[in-house]
């Protein structure tokens, strides 16, 4: 998937598939055992009216929901977003066995035969029980035979080019400051725990000695005696520590300007002198650009001087461990097994795996994405609930535009620019009117390692023949199927793909206030990330360029500064707080599509006055903010809590559910909560942006 400058998702999901051998007592694909889980649809029913909604907002609105629906073991969280997503996988699972059941290919369509012959690749455990570790042999050997920098750079061309990740990571986009064509992104990488911070800060400390018996134990299966295992784990924890040492914390990541500096070819080789560029370059096939964006220049300083002064044989074992550690899900169950030990159970507190159906769904997600969204658009998305969805987004704009010609704060001269950028606003809603072309890629039903890594090689040769042409306007960067949104700076435009259109957020059944609480906030926090801390930062044009007034940016600031102290004081765990810095940009899209979204129901309202009525004894405004706590109910473990407050852009669930809402009057209106209720702040104190 093309590297996108700053894509802002409505919520961050790492769906890494792990693998296992099917379980005796799983049904079968297509059973009767399997049954659909229950439409995720909003209901007075999760809320605990025992509570007062100004003592405690989000008991009130979701407070039975969290009772009784505690966090399956084959889960790290369970949120609404989970809820949905495990529905939309059921239809997806039909699909699934559909494709693979096709008894002759003249009744089936190219797609359906890929999507068929990879599921059916990843279902055949005993095949790849069989195979062992044949896969990845003469991987192994390449490493193997590496004997200068020149071999190094020429291996990892070929691993990065099939999607095995180390050292560092490359990209392919939209030139940020030039977005009209795509550019070659050098960034930081190389990193097999979740972050930096897991291997400096004495607060991770457990979770590196788990990484070092888990590496240990990943050797060993590879066929290492346990004592050169148990070197070989400190020889990558010694490598990967030095990469985190030389890379950005998360906080300054979310900088565009920080993280866009324009080399020139000739000055990148002369700079990093031990990176052979030439060989890399021209192993992945791509003729030496005019130019590189480089995200991180300290960081490949110092690996530049690590590839000096390490030997050969410490990046053989770095190597061997990032070509595992990247096919443990498509290897035996050993392999998979262990690596779902640390990363799925040590690090995230998931008790057991999903079933394998579901696992193996995940992957052609992410292998060959639009030929399986191309079913399942065809099956669930139709025109009708487009419609619906434009005419949502058109009454969301419609408010936002009026908000942006009279924001008290902001001068005429920044006002006219921010009016210009979004006149030039794009959305994309369902699916791409034209699907990709995987037909390039020979899939085969007894190969699963070899089909990902087919479609990754594909992904690579597709995304490398474009860089210094021009921006395809009409690719989307999420796959239809997924439950989930994003806005695109370097586009300018606002994306939804069919996955999210359903309930919770998008029901037909239900009345204004839900939806707009709903998909209208969803809408609005979109439209809301191209004025955010760093959307804000790109021009109509999407190009990466200060259009503010100095006296705008000051007054922005300073209002987006109350946001981050708000957060900062969220708890999260015990003596864990939400980083406000790191949060900032959803945080602000939170709270701009609660207001919009709420100006946007009341005009409803004001078109349709019979609608203005209560249902279930609350009035459409209290519909409205009970509808938006709900679509962010969640459920934790600790460990995953842990982890996500550590990399995740996005505040816990609970935090989202009400902590907009602080600033917005209507809020305390709607529940009559008055100054001295727990949940009261102080006007003086509230963020008022859009």
């Not at 791409?432 to 899939?443: A, E, H, T």
């Not at 996955?499 to 609005?524: E, H, K, S």
């Amino acid at each position: 998937m093309s590297k996108i400058a700053i894509s802002s998702a409505l919520v961050w999901f790492a769906a890494a598939a792990s693998f296992s051998t099917w379980a005796a007592d799983q049904p079968t694909p297509g059973s009767s055992a399997m049954t659909a889980p229950r439409v995720p649809a909003f209901s007075v029913d999760y809320m605990d009216r025992s509570v007062s909604p100004g003592t405690d907002f989000y008991k009130f609105a979701v407070g039975e929901w969290t009772k009784k629906n505690p966090v399956p073991a084959d889960k790290s969280r369970w949120a609404a977003f989970s809820e949905l997503a495990e529905r939309n996988w059921y239809l997806i699972h039909e699909i699934l066995d559909d494709a693979a059941n096709q008894k002759t290919a003249a009744a089936t369509t190219a797609s359906q035969r890929q999507v068929g012959d990879f599921y059916a690749s990843a279902m055949d455990t005993n095949r790849i029980e069989k195979l062992g570790l044949k896969p990845i042999a003469d991987d192994l050997k390449k490493i193997d035979r590496l004997k200068s920098a020149k071999d190094l750079f020429a291996l990892l061309a070929d691993f990065h080019q099939r999607g095995i990740g180390g050292i560092f990571g490359m990209g392919f986009g939209a030139d940020a400051k030039n977005s009209a064509i795509y550019a070659v992104e050098l960034s930081q990488g190389g990193l097999s725990l979740p972050d930096r911070d897991y291997y400096l800060k004495e607060s991770f400390a457990d979770k590196l000695k788990g990484y070092h018996e888990h590496l240990t134990k990943m050797f060993v299966l590879l066929g290492e005696k346990p004592a050169v295992a148990e070197a070989d784990a400190a020889t990558v924890i010694a490598l990967e520590t030095e990469l985190a040492k030389a890379s950005r914390a998360r906080v300054d990541l979310r900088d565009p300007n920080k993280n866009y500096n324009k080399f020139t070819s000739k000055e990148l080789v002369s700079k990093m002198p031990a990176f052979v560029w030439a060989v890399y370059f021209a192993d992945r096939n791509l003729v030496m650009p005019a130019y590189e964006i480089v995200g991180q220049p300290e960081f490949f300083d110092a690996v530049n001087k690590m590839v000096q002064d390490r030997p050969m044989s410490d990046w053989k074992v770095y190597l061997r461990w990032h070509l595992l550690h990247g096919s443990a899900a498509y290897l035996p169950s050993a392999f998979e097994q262990e690596s779902f030990n640390f990363y799925g159970k040590a690090l995230s507190g998931q008790q057991e795996q999903e079933p394998r159906w579901k696992r193996s769904a995940h992957v052609i997600d992410g292998s060959i994405g639009e030929a399986l969204g191309q079913l399942y658009v065809e099956k669930y998305f139709p025109p009708a609930a487009r419609a619906r969805m434009n005419e949502l987004v058109e009454n969301i704009q419609a408010v936002f535009h009026d908000r942006l010609e009279k924001v008290p704060w902001m001068t005429a001269e920044t006002r006219a620019k921010a009016l210009a950028k979004f006149a030039r606003f794009t959305r994309k809603i369902g699916c791409p009117d034209k699907f990709r072309d995987y037909s390039s890629i020979v899939v085969r039903r007894d190969d699963l390692l070899g089909n990902v890594r087919r479609a990754d090689a594909f992904e690579s040769r597709r995304e490398i023949a474009r860089v210094g042409g021009p921006v395809d306007k009409s690719e989307w960067h999420m796959t239809p199927e997924t439950v989930n949104a994003y806005f695109n700076p370097s586009q300018n435009e606002i994306v939804f793909p069919a996955g999210i259109l359903q309930p919770p957020f998008f029901d037909v059944t239900m009345d204004d206030a839900v939806n707009y609480g709903g998909i209208g906030v969803v809408i609005g926090h979109e439209i809301t990330h191209g004025y955010d801390d760093q959307g804000r930062k790109f021009d109509a044009d999407g190009n990466l360029n200060d259009w503010w007034t100095e006296a705008d940016g000051k007054a922005f600031d300073e209002r987006a500064q109350m946001v981050v102290e708000e957060y900062n004081s969220f708890e999260a765990l015990p003596g864990m707080h939400v980083n406000g810095k790191l949060t900032l940009g959803e945080n602000l899209a939170d709270l701009g599509g609660v207001h919009i979204a709420y100006e946007a129901l009341q005009r409803a309202l004001a078109k349709n006055p019979a609608n203005r009525k209560s249902i279930d004894g609350f009035t459409p405004e209290q519909r409205f903010f009970i509808s938006f706590a709900q679509i962010w109910r969640t459920n934790i473990r600790d460990a995953e809590a842990q982890r996500l407050v550590t990399v995740d852009p996005h505040s816990p669930g609970r935090f989202r559910a009400y902590g907009p809402l602080l600033n917005v009057q209507e809020f305390y209106d709607a529940f009559a909560i008055t100054p001295g209720s727990p949940l009261w702040l102080a006007p003086e104190k509230r963020a008022v942006i859009w």
